[in-house]
Structure formats: C-alpha cells, structure tokens
C-alpha cells in the first residue's frame, strides 16, 4: 500500500472514530435525558421491525418523561421529600397496627403508579407502604435518569426517612430500581431490614451490551462508547455501575427474583448477583416471565413468595444481628 493510501486509511480510520463517538454521545444523552414531548416511548428493542431498529439507530430513542397515568385505590397521602438529586414526590399509605414499610422502587423509564398492584398485596399482608418517583420521573423534579447510578441517593432519602419512623423498613425493587438499591447499601451505607429485588442487571456495561444484541446489533464497541459517554454527560464512571460488585458488600438479606425469559437479565448475570451476595439470601425463578412483573403470569407464586420472604428474611435479619 502507497504511502499516500496508509495516509487516506489513517484519516478514516480517524473519521470513523470521531464519528461513532458523536453517535455514541448523542444516544447516551437521549438514553439517559427524558424529554418533555408528549407520547409514547420507544418500543423495547425485541418490539421493534428492522426499519424501526434502524430508525433508532440513527436518531436515538424517543424518551419522554414517564408520568403517573393513575392513583392508588386505597388510602394515601402524597409526600414530598429532597433528594440529592431533587425534590421526590411519593405516596404514603400506611396500615393500621402494621408489620413494617414496605419502600417501592420502579423501573427504567418507569413510574411509581405502575407499582399499585404490589403494594396493595403488601398492603394486605400488613405492610404499610410509600412508592416513589425517582428523579427524573413521575413527579419528582429533574429530567436525568442514571438508570441506577444517581437513583442511589434516592433510595437512601426514602429509607432513611422511613428509619426515623417506628418498625422494620424493606425495599421491594426491579430492574433499575433493585441496582440503585444495592449501589445505596453498598456505597451509602443505607441498612434496610430485608431486600425484595427482581431483575437487576448485573452491570452497566452488560445491559448496554444486551440492548444491542437484542437489536442483532454488535455490542462491540458502541456498548463500551455508550456507557463511557452515558457517565461523562452524567459526571461519573459508568463502568463501576456493576450490581454483581455491590451484592458482594453487602449483608442486608435478600430475595433475588428472576423470570426465566427475561430478554434483557440474563440467567449468568442472575447467578453473579445471588452468589455474590454476602447475607442471607433466597432465590425465586419465575418460568416463562420476561422482564416484567411476574404477578401478570404467577399471580399465586408471587404473592406465596413475597409473603414467606417478609417473613424469613425478618426472622434472618433479627438473627444476623445477633
């Protein structure tokens, strides 16, 4: 090759560099930016037809601010409490003579009105409950979504104002919700009585990768672009977002909850967290669920399990205290 060739490969190897990165900021930005247009967001990447993975590709995710569409149907009070990252809007709904609180986290691009059914079944097993928006979603302020790296402070906000009151608090979490909640333990030293957390990823870096796969994408290098960018814009190190590195400095006992058709939670990714988890821990598998609530496929299996874990993850919280 001429050396007047080498100098043209050069500069596109160059070009192209630059360019998936700008490509890689941009989609970082929308990914974890909600925006205040109106309509529905981006279908999940497993919904979509091939022109419309490759629209995405082109013009990143359209990612408007999930917002609260309904209301409790039992007795509640709204609350508002600030966060690090902004004033949380939540619902308080306590029980009479109740066995604890139950503290509710959504999901990505989700909102806590989507978490009504689960705490009227805590509800009626005697759990007083608070759901919250995290930052960015419902209505709580703000418009950034960390997808578990800021929510962190959140879930210490809500928990420890919990702690102020009387009786155990438990967290029940998905998805992005459960990773914040192993970041709050691990790294802000938040010590809840118990974990109820279904679907966390087990890193950053691994659902970026799986987003891609499910598009029949490369994951390699946009994923690696992605979440470098996706933490820059956000000012921290996407990389260390890693929930299998938080359960292993933790003790708080834990139920891990997974469906086995989960397209986004791999079963390898389910099986790091639980081992690495340092407490007493329990482990349910949902046959045939994805990544959704398990009660829509296993309304009896998921009722039997959350009751039976308040019940022997308060008992292991008493006694590893001991």
């Known amino acids: 090759m001429s050396r007047r060739n080498l ?36 279908d999940n990447p497993e919904q979509l037809t091939g022109p419309q993975k490759l629209w995405v590709l082109l013009t990143g995710i359209k990612n408007p601010k999930p917002v609260n569409h309904a209301r409790p149907p039992f007795p509640y009070q709204t609350i508002h409490l600030l966060s690090p990252n902004g004033q949380l809007e939540a619902w308080y709904s306590a029980v009479p003579h109740a066995k604890g609180t139950v503290a509710l986290f959504h999901g990505y691009t989700s909102f806590k009105g989507k978490l009504l059914t689960e705490a009227a079944t805590f509800r009626r097993l005697g759990y007083s409950v608070l759901l919250t928006d995290f930052a960015g979603s419902g209505g709580s302020e703000g418009n950034v979504c960390t997808v578990g790296h800021h929510e962190a402070a959140d879930v210490a906000t809500i928990v420890r104002w919990l702690q102020r009151r009387s009786g155990p608090v438990f967290i029940y979490a998905n998805s992005m919700g459960a990773v914040a909640t192993l970041r709050a333990e691990a790294e802000l030293g938040v010590r809840p009585t118990a974990n109820l957390l279904e679907c966390p990823y087990g890193s950053m870096l691994e659902t970026a990768q799986s987003r891609f796969r499910s598009m029949h994408v490369p994951p390699f290098p946009m ?5 470098f960018w996706g933490g820059l814009e956000n000012n921290f190190w996407a990389f260390d977002l890693d929930a ?30 639980f081992a690495a988890l340092n407490g007493p821990k329990q482990r349910q598998d949902f046959p045939g669920s994805g990544h959704e609530p398990y009660w829509w496929k296993h309304q009896a299996l998921w009722e039997q399990t959350i009751a039976q874990a308040l019940q022997q993850l308060t008992k292991s919280a008493t006694s590893h205290r001991l």
């Open 7 to 42: 100098t043209r490969f050069g500069w596109l190897l160059i070009a192209g560099f630059l360019l998936a990165n700008v490509v890689a900021a941009f989609h970082a930005w929308r990914f974890t930016h909600f925006t205040i247009e109106t309509g529905l967001h981006t």
């Open 223 to 227: 994923a690696n672009l992605l979440v």
């Open 244 to 273: 299998t590195q938080y359960a292993a400095r933790i003790t708080t006992p834990t139920l891990l909850m997974w469906g086995t058709a989960d397209p986004r939670v791999t079963r390898p990714e389910t099986e790091a967290i």
